[in-house]
């Protein structure tokens, strides 16, 4: 562990640790422009890293996250102790509270500083370590483009907590719309404003940003950082030691310094963003990545700061190098999507503030994948995962979403690219992954989960709130105004998958046709007491109140031998 090894051999003389301030930064702020370490000069501060095994055993990961997030703060570590910050790197079983408040005694430290963690599972052990005496001292976190008081001049105050408030919050269907949101943080922030009003004349450009690829733009090479010692030793180092994991280690060429960083960001800025808008929704089997910039890996580790990327984005627009509906599809993802979906995290705390809908105990042994799934619904945990079902949607996960062959060509290829790489775009995550698991009725929880477990830009505060929120409507309408589903028309006219699918798109019913059109309609009908009173859905009710009941039968036995097919882990046709 050569690494480590230097690390413990520079770390200062406890003479001068006790003349400096100590900073703990968590694994996801690795950025000295954020956070206390911000306001701090070199040779007066100390950084603390840490590894933490227990992080590791809470679930498998996939292994190039591993390796972006670890080598990432390796790389973080010399970077800083270049600058002149002192640093104290930790490797070892214990979780983050435990290490600090064995970092504490060993340097006589009389109090640490550290942001308001952005993972809930991290303040939760900070919390555990400070009831047991750690010095820790929260400032906010200033990474984030909003504040919780940008959340509350929108939406008002946090919601209830009590068991009795929750039950009649639930029932409430009080919403949260991400459009009222972004439109104060538009306003707050200038971003893309002439003085007052929206650039454009309007707020958003989504209905621009809806083209299926067909191949009229060429997708740009993108840059490829290959392993240094750092990563290397670390592959050895995750192979040799059995850390539970799923994909691979190899074709890693992820950015892990702060200068490779930069240079990644600054290609899509130049190369991708430029076409980004017109083809954010499309999906294409040769060009999965498309023009999206994929940065989400090192903005969730703070390597990029959402600030910095806005900024650069309305720059080249204001530069004529990005047109409008590009600059705004991508600045509504960072500023608006994603500084709301955490602001739905941390206000519903973790989602654990509505009505809990646990899966059944048989769903831990259902098929040789789930115990790949965190399964602890022991109702007496302290702490257990949320398991908000407002479908009530229990059926487990199928073999399919772990890379057995399905026959469903969109299916199998998205995830066999995100079993490779970890990592896929929206529509891909929304209207295949999620759109199927919601039609069929597979747990939320273990779909998030399954997010959790492959995705290497995957943390609680994003992926509980993209798939319990918006992907499922496991929160019964709280971020979404209807369930995002959808038949087979939508993945054909927005992919080239169905074109070399085994299944007919344009067929509904009987063997060799989608299933995602019955699917659907059999969804539509489940559902029907809950969203039928759904404006938004009105026009899909009255198509099926249409339908004979024979027409319905037979859609429901396509779509019940699919869902069957699928969970026993054969091909559907
Ligand atoms: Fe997917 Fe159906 Fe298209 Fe096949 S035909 S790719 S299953 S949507």
């Known amino acids: 562990m050569q690494f480590l090894e230097d690390m413990r051999r520079t770390m200062p003389a406890l003479s001068d640790v006790r003349k400096r301030t100590w900073v703990f930064v968590p694994y996801d702020r690795l950025n000295d422009r954020c956070g206390p370490l911000a306001t701090l000069a070199p040779a007066d501060s100390g950084i603390i890293l840490i590894e933490s095994h227990a992080k590791g055993r809470n679930r498998p990961y996939h292994k190039k996250k591993v390796l972006l997030v670890l080598s990432s703060m390796r790389h973080f570590a010399r970077e800083q102790r270049a600058c002149g910050v002192a640093v104290i790197y930790r490797n070892a079983p214990e979780s983050y509270g435990e290490q600090l408040l064995q970092i504490q005694e060993e340097c006589g430290l009389p109090k640490i500083l550290t942001a308001k963690p952005a993972e809930r599972e991290l303040c939760k052990d900070l919390d555990t370590a400070i009831q047991q005496g750690l010095r820790l001292t929260f400032q906010e976190d200033d990474a984030w483009l909003s504040t919780d008081e940008d959340w509350e001049q929108v939406f008002g105050a946090a919601p209830p ?57 060429r997708v740009p090479k993108r840059p490829s950082f290959p392993p240094d010692a750092i990563t290397l030793e670390l592959i050895e180092w995750l192979s040799s030691n059995g850390v539970a994991s799923i994909g691979t280690f190899d074709g890693f060429d992820l950015p892990v310094t702060a200068q490779d960083c930069a240079t990644y960001w600054r290609f899509a800025l130049d190369e991708l963003l430029p076409s980004f808008g017109p083809y954010e929704d499309a999906m294409s089997s040769s060009e999965p990545m498309l023009f999206h910039s994929a940065i989400s890996g090192l903005m969730n580790l703070s390597r ?13 627009y204001d530069g004529m190098r990005i047109p409008l509906a590009s600059a705004e599809g991508f600045i509504r993802q960072i500023l608006g999507w ?15 503030t509505l009505e809990q809908r646990p899966d059944p105990p048989a769903n831990r042994t259902a098929n040789p994948y789930s115990s790949l799934l965190v399964k602890e619904i022991n109702a007496a945990a302290p702490d257990r995962p949320a398991t908000p079902s407002a479908l009530d949607a229990h059926l487990p996960l199928p073999p399919a979403y772990w890379g057995e062959r399905s026959g469903m060509f969109c299916l199998d290829t998205v995830v066999g690219h995100v079993l490779e790489h970890g990592w896929s775009h929206h529509i891909q995550r929304l ?24 995705y290497i830009d995957a943390y609680d505060w994003v992926v509980e709130s993209n798939v319990l929120g918006m992907a499922t409507f496991s929160d019964g309408g709280l971020t979404a105004t209807k369930p995002y589903v959808s038949g087979a028309a939508y993945i054909n006219r927005m992919s080239d998958y169905c074109g070399k699918c085994p299944l007919d798109p344009r067929r509904s019913t009987g063997p060799g046709s989608c299933p995602f059109t019955a699917l659907y309609w059999t969804f539509l009908e489940r559902h029907y007491d809950l969203l039928s009173s759904n404006q938004r859905l009105r026009m899909p009710y009255i198509t099926l109140r249409k339908k004979s009941t024979s ?6 036995d396509r779509a019940s031998r699919a869902i069957g097919q699928l969970e026993r882990g054969e091909i559907v046709d």
């Open 161 to 217: 907590r009590s068991n009795a408030e929750n039950a009649k919050y639930s029932r409430t269907k009080r919403q949260y719309l991400m459009e009222r949101f972004y439109r104060h943080m538009r306003r707050k922030t200038g971003l893309l404003m002439a003085s007052t009003s929206f650039v454009g004349g309007k707020l958003s450009f989504d209905e621009q940003n809806r083209q299926p690829y067909r191949g009229e733009a």
């Open 304 to 316: 990029l700061l959402p600030r910095d990327v806005v900024a650069d984005v309305q720059a080249a």
């Open 338 to 352: 994603r500084e709301f979906m955490r602001h739905v995290h941390r206000i519903t705390d973790g989602f654990r």
């Open 431 to 454: 209207m295949v992954l999620s759109n199927l698991a919601t039609l069929c009725g597979f747990s939320p929880r273990e779909l998030t989960d399954w997010f959790w477990v492959a």
């Open 551 to 556: 027409e319905k039968q037979e859609l429901l």
